[in-house]
């Protein structure tokens, strides 16, 4: 292994990494999680000013989401560039990760 190698893994090690680790997987369930709920009540896109997206992170969550084919990305109305709907496939792994309490 090289010196590069050798940094990752020490890098890879520390709390904050895992901590960033962690939230690479909870992160995208909550903001479906969020999507969907709006979406349950009021069977309309979910505005992009209504979502808590925090810079690049926050928008790359909305990218993973909607390149999985999660959530679809809509035309937004006259308050918002796009609105965010979830895809049958969003919805049944919302309502799986709620049965499972883990959003």
């Keep these: 292994m090289g010196d590069f190698e050798d940094f990752v893994a020490i890098i890879r090690k520390t ?8 939230s690479l997987d909870e992160e995208p369930a909550k903001l479906l999680g969020a ?8 069977s309309r896109a979910v505005p992009d000013h209504h979502l808590h ?12 989401l909607v390149s999985a084919n999660l959530v679809t990305k809509e035309p937004g109305d006259r ?8 895809t049958e496939a969003g919805l049944k792994y919302y309502k ?8």
């Design 15 to 22: 709390q904050t990494m895992l901590a960033l680790l962690e």
């Design 53 to 64: 997206l925090a810079g690049y992170f926050g928008e790359a969550m909305l990218r993973a």
């Design 35 to 42: 999507i969907c709920q709006e979406y349950e009540a009021t």
């Design 96 to 103: 799986g990760m709620v049965d499972e309490k883990r959003i």
């Design 79 to 86: 308050f918002s560039l796009y609105g965010y709907k979830p």
